[in-house]
């Protein structure tokens, strides 16, 4: 930067542009994930139309004391069933979407629809499943009204 920058030519646009091609997948996938795990932070801290998810101390004894103020420590185990169970959600809209996509539509390949739109489409819907499953499922969590 000193001495200053070479001169952007095609062979350098095309490198700057394969190295930005290479890491955007990676990176958005990254803070997909961490996207993720904040939000459920937020999701414990927050009352909606009247309803909270609490997180339980010690879910394995009958005391239902929770947790008033849930940090990050405190969801990395629930974290992980969640992302589970939505990775399954997700997956079985995608192997949904296969089949009728197969039997009612002629596209000649089959992932032919599929693109990243697509798939936070599923994530959001399968997230809003999960989150319903997600009491059911983890014995941790409560849905208390607020």
């Given at each position: 930067?000193?001495?200053?920058?070479?001169?952007?030519?095609?062979?350098?646009?095309?490198?700057?542009?394969?190295?930005?091609?290479?890491?955007?997948?990676?990176?958005?996938?990254?803070?997909?994930?961490?996207?993720?795990?904040?939000?459920?932070?937020?999701?414990?801290?927050?009352?909606?139309?009247?309803?909270?998810?609490?997180?339980?101390?010690?879910p394995k004894k009958s005391i239902s004391d929770s947790?008033?103020?849930?940090?990050?420590?405190?969801?990395?185990?629930?974290?992980?069933?969640?992302?589970?169970?939505?990775?399954?959600?997700?997956?079985?809209?995608?192997?949904?979407?296969?089949?009728?996509?197969?039997?009612?539509?002629?596209?000649?390949?089959?992932?032919?629809?599929?693109?990243?739109?697509?798939?936070?489409?599923?994530?959001?819907?399968?997230?809003?499943?999960?989150?319903?499953?997600?009491?059911?499922?983890?014995?941790?969590?409560?849905?208390?009204?607020?």
């Amino acid at each position: 930067m000193k001495q200053d920058l070479p001169k952007l030519t095609d062979e350098v646009l095309l490198a700057l542009g394969d190295l930005f091609y290479f890491w955007f997948g990676i990176l958005w996938s990254l803070t997909l994930l961490i996207a993720l795990f904040r939000s459920v932070k937020y999701i414990f801290n927050s009352c909606e139309n009247g309803y909270s998810f609490k997180l339980l101390k010690c879910p394995k004894k009958s005391i239902s004391d929770s947790i008033e103020v849930v940090g990050y420590g405190d969801l990395v185990r629930v974290w992980r069933k969640w992302f589970m169970l939505l990775i399954w959600l997700v997956g079985s809209e995608m192997v949904l979407s296969l089949v009728f996509t197969y039997i009612f539509t002629n596209l000649t390949s089959l992932f032919e629809w599929f693109n990243i739109y697509v798939l936070f489409i599923f994530i959001l819907f399968g997230g809003y499943l999960s989150f319903i499953l997600l009491g059911a499922r983890a014995s941790e969590i409560r849905i208390v009204k607020c």
